[in-house]
């Protein structure tokens, strides 16, 4: 079976940094590409970069871009998000999510993937 089992998360001050692992099992990296969601109470879960390790192209949001990064380990079949200059905007639950390659579809929108983790908590302090 997939599974997707997210680590890392934790409570730092602003302008700190966190990695966060997504380790994935039961699929391949050659099928799916993986991304990094947040969601705060209320509001819809958020996509802010994904990694597809078989094209070798990485995407992120504006909100993220330039203080996070994504990459990945295929011999551990794990994606990292290392995440630096934190804000305490980016306090949020975490989520990796797989999308089958096969789809074709909006990268950030959550209904479209196929497994998700089950999430890791990230607080910033300001």
């Known amino acids: 079976e997939v599974q997707l089992v997210e680590s890392g998360g934790g409570l730092v001050h602003t302008g700190g940094s966190l990695r966060l692992s997504c380790a994935a099992s039961?699929?391949?990296?050659?099928?799916?590409?993986i991304a990094w969601f947040r969601q705060t109470p209320g509001k819809e879960r958020e996509g802010i970069s994904l990694?597809?390790?078989?094209?070798?192209?990485?995407y992120y949001k504006d909100a993220v871009k330039g203080r996070f990064t994504i990459s990945s380990d295929s011999a551990k079949n794990t994606v990292f998000l290392q995440m630096n200059s934190l804000k305490p905007e980016d306090t949020a639950v975490y989520y990796c999510?797989?999308?089958?390659?096969?789809?074709?579809?909006?990268?950030?929108?959550?209904?479209?993937?196929?497994?998700w983790g089950q999430g890791t908590q990230v607080t910033v302090s300001s």
């Open positions: 999510g797989a999308l089958s390659l096969k789809k074709v579809a909006p990268w950030d929108r959550a209904r479209w993937y196929d497994y």
């Open positions: 990694i597809n390790v078989d094209h070798g192209s990485t």
């Open positions: 039961g699929l391949s990296f050659d099928d799916y590409a």
